[in-house]
């Protein structure tokens, strides 16, 4: 028999935490990385993480660890901090990384991929896209609050651009069926990079407009002027040749708002709570590859000078 990959999971957020439960759930060794040794203790303090998985609510002693504790290389790990966090977050536990680790990055935005494989060229480096719903109540205390889907797949764009090792369809669905923890599914996509780039689309579209406009999700739908603008977005990121017609992709992003009409995006979530948001890794890294192209991309540009703008506000 196969012997079951123990994945490290690093950012106890939301999303980590929910595969971390999953995994204890089905008896799949996992162990969650938090932050520092004082996380740590708090962790203890707690007796685990309060779970709202469906109608259950648990008390879940998943495995943690800290930078610190790190004593064995890690061969499979699964990246779920936010884009801007994760240089720091795998710079402090870089020192017991294999060389040739298995990296999932499970998060929203691009080009952390890029950085990760010229920081770690020998290792193999995946990236997955998720539709479930999480959030944190507080530091330990998951709500899984809606059912979704996971796909994974190796980056075609990424593979010619460094020498990493392509992996063929059994060895990718051999990694997703490890992460793949009842009821959380994951499946391979032959396509990742359309995967990512429809979901770069939806972020860029909705997340900065419900920051400007303070609203849920589906009211982009029901107000003309940010409608507009909302599709003025999408037009701009329809002139990139990895993009689907305007069409095609105008009605991803209108069905992802409308099917998540009554959500407040991740976005406007971090700007309200004062946090840093992940902009820079959305509109920011769409604005960069525009520049790069010479592709005119002025709503998308203006959209994330007022992110900018609002997020500088924060800090002060
Ligand atoms: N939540 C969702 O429903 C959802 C759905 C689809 C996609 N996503 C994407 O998934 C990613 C994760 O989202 P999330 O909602 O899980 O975010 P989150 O709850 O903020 O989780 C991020 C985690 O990373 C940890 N972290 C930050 N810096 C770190 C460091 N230096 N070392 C170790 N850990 C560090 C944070 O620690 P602290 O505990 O100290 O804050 C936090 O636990 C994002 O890209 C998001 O856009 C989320």
């Known amino acids: 028999m196969q012997e079951k990959i123990h994945w490290h999971i690093l950012g106890a957020g939301a999303i980590g935490s929910l595969w971390a439960c999953y995994a204890y759930q089905n008896a799949v060794p996992a162990t969650l990385i938090l932050r520092s040794d004082s996380r740590l203790q708090a962790y ?4 685990g993480i309060m779970a709202k998985l469906g109608a259950l609510a648990l008390q879940l002693p998943v495995p943690v660890t800290s930078p610190s504790l790190i004593t064995k290389p890690i061969e499979h790990i699964l990246i779920t901090t936010k884009a801007q966090q994760t240089l720091a977050a795998i710079t402090a536990i870089e020192h017991q990384l294999a060389e040739k680790a298995v990296i999932v990055l499970l998060q929203n935005g691009l080009g952390i991929a890029e950085m990760l494989s010229q920081r770690y060229p020998q290792a193999t480096l995946l990236q997955a ?3 479930e719903g999480a959030y944190r109540q507080s530091l330990f205390s998951l709500v899984h609050a809606g059912r979704g889907n996971t796909q994974l797949g190796q980056s075609k764009t990424l593979l010619a651009e460094t020498q990493q090792t392509p992996l063929d369809h059994d060895e990718l669905a051999n990694i997703a069926r490890s992460l793949s ?13 359309d995967v990512l780039w429809q979901k770069l689309a939806v972020n860029c579209a909705i997340n900065p407009l419900t920051v400007k406009y303070r609203c849920r999700n589906g009211e982009l739908l029901d107000n003309p002027v940010a ?9 701009e990121i329809a002139q990139f040749d990895a993009s689907p017609e305007y069409p095609d992709l105008l009605a991803t992003v209108r069905h992802v708002a409308a099917n998540t009409a009554l959500n407040r995006s991740s976005m406007l979530q971090d700007i309200e709570a004062g946090r840093p948001t992940e902009i820079a890794f959305i509109s920011g ?8 192209h010479r592709i005119p ?4 540009r203006q959209l994330l000078d007022e992110i900018k703008r609002l997020s500088a506000a924060n800090q002060h």
């Open 297 to 300: 991309v002025p709503m998308n």
């Open 285 to 292: 890294y769409l604005c960069q590859l525009a520049e790069q």
């Open 129 to 131: 896209s998720t539709t």
């Open 44 to 47: 203890r303090q707690a007796g």
């Open 227 to 235: 409608l507009a603008e909302l599709e003025a977005v999408v037009a």
């Open 181 to 193: 923890l009842g009821p959380l599914g994951m499946t391979v996509s032959d396509n990742i990079d």
